[in-house]
């Protein structure tokens, strides 16, 4: 058998070598993580098509360049010419047109994955988004309910109507295989499918500041019913806020104040809300204050005013110019009653 | 101290002069801000600027690069104080948080730049030609030494070495920064560059921010200066030209690429900045003050690009020798023109979207702000289309080294030349068409993600050509495998990877789940690697001999090679792999619950092996210079131009032409030679 037929039976081994390695790494057939929606199976199969192709091109370089290595080897001491081998037109015609047209049949299967991806269910729901440095907010237009926490029914498509409040953010959930950047100044689009039930998180995929690592929240693929009992329970408390302080927890939400303080004592971006008001706090610059109407209503307004002793100077919280006089009080009326 | 060694010399100056900056900037900050700030940004800079200019007094004397350094950094405090002073009649304040206020670090930094040019004398002769007075053609250097390479020179292949070894180091700081924030990567939650961090105004989260944006951008910077420097020293040589086609240019372009990296490096004292090396808007708008010594230090280090492009064709078009005709040009000459066209066409849209942001943040003009009608996603569309193309400004003269090199190892022509010159023309042209596939996801407009697919997805055909060709060159070659050939094979390995692994991203519905994640940091750290790192390495030990008259030494750098291969193949894997799991790009920390925190402490273990590999060849660089094995004759039994003379490299070149009678890569016919000298009535040796 000649060089070439070495070499050929080699590449088709390597092929398959390279495959089977990907395949038991759980990479041939589909990416990480769980496919977790629809639109995810489409583009697993396109991966795997790549991944194939892949597995070939490498075997194709790589196996008659350390075979030459190995076979065609100068000797110790040896300084010997190789063949006089100038080219060979016909050939690279051929590396050239099949390449081409593999590219081309590439870009079709891309073209058609991309209008799987997208396909419009006419039954799908909206969701508005709100994207702010450091956290997401989502709106129910259908139910006036908004919710830091993204609950979604299994096996009905939805389309996310997303904004942001400053920055470039990106809206992706490993586990959908789906990113959309959310940017300043228009609403963009993101339409999923979710087909398996359990918790997932999105995660800000697009730079945007200081606390960008932790621009996470909770997305949760519900059946129909516990769906249903969810958005049940979040009309209840919506409709129980009626007061100053059921207001201002609304608003908290809504404006993502929650995203950086907790409720309950937990250590987060920003000071706890928990037995806050009344409290002595110390400041970065060895005073003390205490925190009542006048101190918390500056601090929203001017988050560098003051910076909390062990926080982050300057703020990483964003001036809310947009808040009322109203609303300020009834985010204040809210932390009253965090004891 | 005058009988010190100069280097140490330096080393003291550097560290007395750190301290008194230190002492000067701590003095200024409490005079403007009433405290004292131990950590804050202005000792910073007034330590790295003071130490920076007395290292090289030490060396050097206060001529060249030193009094550049000094008109810098007082050319900075005059422009600054300037605006300082104009404010101050307009009634604003006048001083900011970091002793400056924005304005004046902007305006300060130009004046600074400008300034360090006129200092270290890159442009005496023209204007003594402005002045009507004759400048004599070649300079009479103030030292015959290494300290040569401290001042200007009009000499390609002293030009070609100061690009060179700027690009080491800035490589070293580049990979220095990476470790630091690879460290803190190791493992989940927040270990030393925590919220309580404070260092140089920054907290260190933003500290780690800082780090990550300017390892990109330095990290380009140096790649940059890195081609310029191989392109310098061995164009002219292949071509048989006495030197470049215009020579101060050439001095201009390498100069004006020094008070960048130092505009650039400032930025880490200016309060950093959280954009990335991308600094797109709007975080690009709210950064703090050193966003903008970063878009300026961009700014500036454009010019060295477009002016060394230009050189490079003028010195193609114009100085061949005799019979060199365009299909008989080594290989890597039109690797370094096709580079040179996208590097001269192109950079000027980075500078322009840059200055776009520099005057939103300045002025108040609202190009990419929505709130007064600007688009943010303009800002990308000018970014990309020359940072798109850029990828193969670094890549291509990469790729023209591996073809340079391929045939002296292998003993056999190059495979289908034409093809290859061809192809990297090919990929020049076809990278102008490409830029919008890094915003598949940024909400541009739905339509364009088609069309850029088709045409990202094009790029792979020229680019298959090459490795066709390369695989053909080794076929049934006589191949020997010292250093440079070693790292000439690792890059194709390395290209390759990176090659295969940009499919997934230019296909458009796989790259929703891809983009801006570890895959995709994987995967250009590939076509980097393989494109630029190895190549660079490659011709650092093939045309070391040619430079010094010795060579580096085998056994260092066979280790330096083996290190760095399998710990860059594992590093990149490894990232592409986190990154389809769910690790996102330019993230100070991960959620724990990714269950990717083994995997990240092996990769920061691979970073460090890394750069102990690369520490191994810097000892090995600068150790070789004196004390490597002499290597005067043809080293490599190479048919190119440049080995038929003895090494060193004579200070003019070739003391007579040649003309070119055969092709460049006949291995294998043992009667025709490439070049042939022609005798002249002098002619010295034969």
Same mark, same amino acid.
């Given at each position: 058998?000649?060089?070439?037929?070495?070499?050929?039976?080699?590449?088709?081994?390597?092929?398959?070598?390279?495959?089977?390695?990907?395949?038991?790494?759980?990479?041939?057939?589909?990416?990480?993580?769980?496919?977790?929606?629809?639109?995810?199976?489409?583009?697993?199969?396109?991966?795997?098509?790549?991944?194939?192709?892949?597995?070939?091109?490498?075997?194709?370089?790589?196996?008659?360049?350390?075979?030459?290595?190995?076979?065609?080897?100068?000797?110790?001491?040896?300084?010997?010419?190789?063949?006089?081998?100038?080219?060979?037109?016909?050939?690279?015609?051929?590396?050239?047109?099949? !390449?081409?047209?593999?590219?081309?049949?590439?870009?079709?299967?891309?073209?058609?994955?991309?209008?799987?991806?997208?396909?419009?269910?006419?039954?799908?729901?909206?969701?508005?988004?709100?994207?702010?440095?450091?956290?997401?907010?989502?709106?129910?237009?259908?139910?006036?309910?908004?919710?830091?926490?993204?609950?979604?029914?299994?096996?009905?498509?939805?389309?996310?109507? %997303?904004?942001?409040?400053?920055?470039?953010?990106?809206?992706?959930?490993?586990?959908?295989?789906?990113?959309?950047?959310?940017?300043?100044?228009?609403?963009?689009?993101?339409?999923?499918?979710?087909?398996?039930?359990?918790?997932?998180?999105?995660?800000?995929?697009?730079?945007?500041?200081?606390?960008?690592?932790? %621009?996470?929240?909770?997305?949760?693929?519900?059946?129909?019913?516990?769906?249903?009992?969810?958005?049940?329970?979040?009309?209840?408390?919506?409709?129980?806020?009626?007061?100053?302080?059921?207001?201002?927890?609304?608003?908290?939400?809504?404006?993502?104040?929650?995203?950086?303080? *907790?409720?309950?004592?937990?250590? %987060?971006?920003?000071?706890?809300?928990?037995?806050?008001?009344?409290?002595?706090?110390?400041?970065?610059?060895?005073?003390?204050?205490?925190?009542?109407?006048?101190?918390?209503?500056?601090?929203?307004?001017?988050?560098?005013?003051?910076?909390?002793?062990?926080?982050?100077?300057?703020?990483?919280?964003?001036?809310?110019?947009?808040?009322?006089?109203?609303?300020?009080?009834?985010?204040?009326?809210?932390?009253?009653?965090?004891? | 101290?005058?009988?010190?060694?100069?280097?140490?010399?330096?080393?003291?100056?550097?560290?007395?002069?750190?301290?008194?900056?230190?002492?000067?900037?701590?003095?200024?900050?409490?005079?403007?801000?009433?405290?004292?700030?131990?950590?804050?940004?202005?000792?910073?800079?007034?330590?790295?600027?003071?130490?920076?200019?007395?290292?090289?007094?030490?060396?050097?004397?206060?001529?060249?690069?030193?009094?550049?350094?000094?008109?810098?950094?007082?050319?900075?405090?005059?422009?600054?104080?300037?605006?300082?002073?104009?404010?101050?009649?307009?009634?604003?304040?006048?001083?900011?948080?970091?002793?400056?206020?924005?304005?004046?670090?902007?305006?300060?930094?130009?004046?600074?730049? =400008?300034?360090?040019?006129?200092?270290?004398?890159?442009?005496?002769?023209?204007?003594?030609?402005?002045?009507? =007075?004759?400048?004599?053609?070649?300079?009479?250097?103030?030292?015959?030494?290494?300290?040569?390479?401290?001042?200007?020179?009009?000499?390609?292949?002293?030009?070609?070495?100061?690009?060179?070894?700027?690009? @080491?180091?800035?490589?070293?700081?580049?990979?220095?920064?990476?470790?630091?924030?690879?460290?803190?990567?190791?493992?989940?939650?927040?270990?030393?560059?925590?919220?309580?961090?404070?260092?140089?105004?920054?907290?260190? !989260?933003?500290?780690?921010?800082? =780090?990550?944006?300017?390892?990109?951008?330095?990290?380009?910077?140096?790649?940059?200066?890195?081609? *310029?420097?191989?392109?310098?020293?061995?164009?002219?040589?292949?071509?048989?030209?006495?030197?470049?086609?215009?020579?101060?240019?050439?001095? &201009?372009?390498?100069?004006?690429?020094?008070?960048?990296?130092?505009?650039?490096?400032?930025?880490?004292?200016?309060?950093?900045?959280?954009?990335?090396?991308?600094?797109?808007?709007?975080?690009?708008?709210?950064?703090?003050?050193?966003?903008? %010594? &970063?878009?300026?230090?961009?700014?500036?280090?454009?010019?060295?690009?477009?002016?060394?492009?230009?050189?490079?064709?003028?010195?193609?078009?114009?100085?061949?020798?005799?019979?060199?005709?365009?299909?008989?040009?080594?290989?890597?000459?039109?690797?370094?023109?096709?580079?040179?066209?996208?590097?001269?066409?192109?950079?000027?849209?980075?500078?322009?979207?840059?200055?776009?942001?520099?005057?939103?943040?300045?002025?108040?003009?609202?190009?990419?702000?929505?709130?007064?009608?600007?688009?943010?996603?303009?800002?990308?569309?000018?970014?990309?289309?020359?940072?798109?193309?850029?990828?193969?400004?670094?890549?291509?003269?990469?790729?023209?080294?591996?073809?340079?090199? +391929?045939?002296?190892?292998?003993?056999?022509?190059?495979?289908?030349?034409?093809?290859?010159?061809?192809?990297? +023309?090919?990929?020049?042209?076809?990278?102008?068409?490409?830029?919008?596939?890094?915003?598949?996801?940024?909400?541009?407009?739905?339509?364009?993600?088609?069309?850029?697919?088709?045409?990202?997805?094009?790029?792979?055909?020229?680019?298959?050509?090459?490795?066709?060709?390369?695989?053909?060159?080794?076929?049934?070659?006589?191949?020997?495998?010292?250093?440079?050939?070693?790292?000439?094979?690792?890059?194709?390995?390395?290209?390759?990877?990176?090659?295969?692994?940009? !499919?997934?991203?230019?296909?458009?519905?796989?790259?929703?789940?891809?983009?801006?994640?570890? #895959?995709?940091?994987?995967?250009?750290?590939?076509?980097?690697?393989?494109?630029?790192? #190895?190549?660079?390495?490659?011709?650092?030990?093939?045309?070391?001999? /040619?430079?010094?008259?010795?060579?580096?030494?085998?056994?260092?750098?066979?280790?330096?090679?083996?290190?760095?291969?399998?710990? &860059?193949?594992?590093?990149?894997?490894?990232?592409?792999?986190?990154?389809?799991?769910?690790?996102?790009?330019?993230?100070?920390?991960?959620?724990?619950?990714?269950?990717?925190?083994?995997?990240?402490?092996? =990769?920061?273990?691979?970073?460090? @092996?890394?750069?102990?590999?690369?520490?191994?060849?810097?000892?090995?660089?600068?150790?070789?210079?004196?004390?490597?094995?002499?290597?005067?004759?043809?080293?490599?039994?190479?048919?190119?131009?440049?080995?038929?003379?003895?090494?060193?490299?004579?200070?003019?070149?070739?003391?007579?032409?040649?003309?070119?009678?055969?092709?460049?890569?006949?291995?294998?016919?043992?009667?025709?030679?490439?070049? /042939? &000298?022609?005798?002249?009535?002098?002619?010295?040796?034969?």
């Amino acid at each position: 058998m000649g060089h070439f037929g070495i070499v050929g039976i080699l590449v088709i081994l390597m092929t398959v070598l390279t495959y089977f390695g990907l395949d038991a790494a759980g990479l041939a057939k589909q990416m990480h993580p769980v496919a977790a929606s629809a639109q995810a199976a489409s583009i697993d199969q396109l991966w795997h098509w790549e991944m194939m192709v892949i597995s070939f091109l490498f075997s194709l370089i790589v196996v008659p360049m350390v075979y030459s290595l190995a076979v065609f080897r100068q000797k110790k001491g040896e300084l010997k010419d190789g063949e006089h081998i100038e080219g060979n037109t016909q050939l690279e015609i051929t590396w050239t047109v099949i !390449p081409l047209f593999t590219v081309i049949a590439f870009a079709y299967f891309g073209a058609y994955s991309l209008g799987e991806v997208r396909r419009v269910d006419p039954d799908a729901f909206v969701v508005n988004v709100q994207a702010r440095q450091f956290s997401w907010t989502f709106e129910y237009p259908e139910y006036g309910v908004v919710s830091t926490e993204l609950h979604l029914p299994v096996g009905r498509q939805v389309v996310l109507k %997303m904004e942001s409040a400053d920055v470039i953010h990106s809206f992706w959930v490993p586990e959908f295989r789906v990113k959309q950047d959310v940017v300043p100044g228009r609403v963009t689009e993101y339409r999923i499918t979710p087909t398996k039930e359990g918790s997932y998180k999105v995660r800000c995929a697009e730079l945007c500041g200081v606390s960008h690592a932790y %621009m996470e929240n909770k997305v949760i693929v519900d059946s129909q019913a516990q769906y249903e009992a969810w958005v049940a329970e979040q009309v209840k408390l919506a409709a129980e806020a009626q007061t100053p302080e059921g207001q201002g927890k609304l608003l908290a939400t809504k404006n993502a104040c929650v995203g950086c303080h *907790s409720a309950d004592g937990t250590a %987060m971006t920003g000071p706890t809300w928990f037995n806050l008001y009344g409290s002595q706090v110390s400041l970065a610059d060895g005073s003390t204050v205490t925190a009542d109407e006048a101190f918390l209503t500056e601090s929203i307004r001017d988050p560098n005013a003051s910076i909390v002793a062990t926080f982050a100077s300057p703020s990483v919280m964003p001036p809310y110019p947009q808040l009322t006089d109203e609303e300020i009080a009834n985010i204040i009326a809210y932390i009253k009653t965090l004891k | 101290m005058k009988n010190m060694n100069p280097f140490w010399r330096g080393m003291l100056a550097l560290l007395v002069f750190s301290l008194a900056g230190y002492g000067v900037g701590l003095g200024l900050d409490v005079l403007v801000d009433g405290k004292v700030n131990f950590s804050g940004p202005v000792p910073g800079v007034f330590a790295l600027f003071f130490g920076f200019t007395a290292f090289f007094l030490g060396v050097f004397g206060y001529r060249g690069i030193t009094r550049g350094l000094v008109w810098q950094v007082v050319g900075t405090l005059i422009g600054g104080l300037f605006v300082a002073l104009i404010r101050l009649v307009m009634g604003l304040p006048a001083f900011g948080d970091f002793f400056f206020t924005e304005p004046s670090w902007v305006f300060g930094g130009l004046t600074g730049v =400008l300034s360090f040019i006129v200092g270290v004398g890159v442009v005496d002769d023209w204007i003594k030609w402005a002045r009507g =007075l004759d400048t004599p053609e070649h300079h009479e250097e103030h030292y015959s030494d290494w300290r040569k390479y401290f001042g200007v020179s009009v000499d390609h292949k002293v030009i070609g070495v100061q690009y060179t070894v700027t690009a @080491l180091l800035l490589i070293a700081v580049g990979g220095l920064f990476a470790l630091i924030f690879r460290t803190e990567l190791a493992a989940s939650k927040l270990q030393f560059l925590t919220d309580q961090t404070q260092l140089f105004g920054q907290n260190g !989260p933003q500290l780690f921010n800082t =780090l990550m944006s300017l390892h990109g951008m330095i990290m380009i910077v140096s790649i940059l200066l890195g081609i *310029s420097g191989i392109i310098n020293y061995v164009v002219p040589l292949l071509l048989g030209a006495q030197d470049m086609a215009f020579p101060r240019l050439n001095a &201009f372009s390498y100069w004006i690429a020094v008070p960048a990296a130092v505009l650039l490096l400032s930025s880490l004292f200016l309060g950093g900045f959280d954009t990335g090396w991308t600094g797109y808007p709007p975080l690009s708008a709210r950064a703090p003050v050193g966003m903008q %010594m &970063f878009f300026l230090g961009v700014f500036v280090a454009g010019w060295s690009s477009v002016l060394s492009a230009l050189n490079v064709l003028v010195t193609v078009v114009r100085m061949r020798s005799v019979g060199m005709t365009a299909m008989k040009m080594p290989i890597f000459v039109w690797a370094s023109v096709a580079t040179s066209l996208i590097a001269l066409t192109a950079t000027q849209f980075i500078g322009l979207s840059f200055q776009l942001v520099m005057f939103q943040r300045l002025f108040g003009m609202g190009f990419f702000d929505a709130a007064k009608g600007g688009n943010p996603i303009l800002f990308q569309h000018l970014f990309w289309f020359y940072s798109h193309p850029a990828v193969y400004v670094f890549v291509l003269p990469g790729l023209g080294v591996i073809s340079e090199l +391929l045939p002296v190892f292998v003993r056999k022509p190059l495979f289908g030349y034409r093809w290859v010159a061809m192809s990297s +023309l090919g990929i020049a042209l076809v990278g102008f068409l490409v830029w919008a596939h890094h915003m598949f996801t940024s909400g541009m407009n739905e339509y364009l993600r088609v069309p850029f697919m088709y045409s990202t997805l094009l790029v792979a055909v020229p680019t298959g050509v090459k490795f066709f060709s390369w695989v053909a060159t080794i076929w049934k070659g006589r191949i020997s495998t010292p250093t440079p050939m070693l790292f000439a094979l690792g890059a194709i390995v390395v290209f390759l990877l990176g090659g295969l692994t940009g !499919p997934p991203n230019a296909t458009v519905s796989t790259d929703l789940h891809l983009h801006d994640t570890y #895959f995709i940091v994987g995967h250009f750290h590939d076509t980097i690697f393989g494109g630029f790192v #190895f190549p660079f390495f490659a011709a650092l030990y093939y045309w070391f001999p /040619k430079a010094t008259g010795r060579r580096m030494n085998e056994t260092l750098g066979k280790i330096h090679f083996w290190l760095m291969t399998p710990s &860059f193949l594992f590093l990149t894997l490894g990232m592409m792999y986190v990154g389809l799991i769910g690790m996102r790009r330019r993230i100070v920390d991960y959620d724990p619950a990714l269950l990717i925190d083994g995997w990240h402490l092996a =990769l920061t273990v691979s970073a460090f @092996l890394i750069a102990i590999s690369v520490l191994v060849f810097f000892y090995n660089f600068f150790y070789s210079i004196k004390n490597g094995e002499k290597a005067e004759g043809n080293l490599w039994h190479s048919r190119s131009p440049e080995w038929q003379v003895p090494s060193p490299m004579p200070v003019h070149n070739y003391d007579r032409p040649f003309e070119v009678v055969g092709e460049p890569y006949d291995y294998g016919l043992n009667d025709a030679g490439y070049v /042939k &000298f022609i005798e002249s009535a002098g002619g010295k040796h034969g």
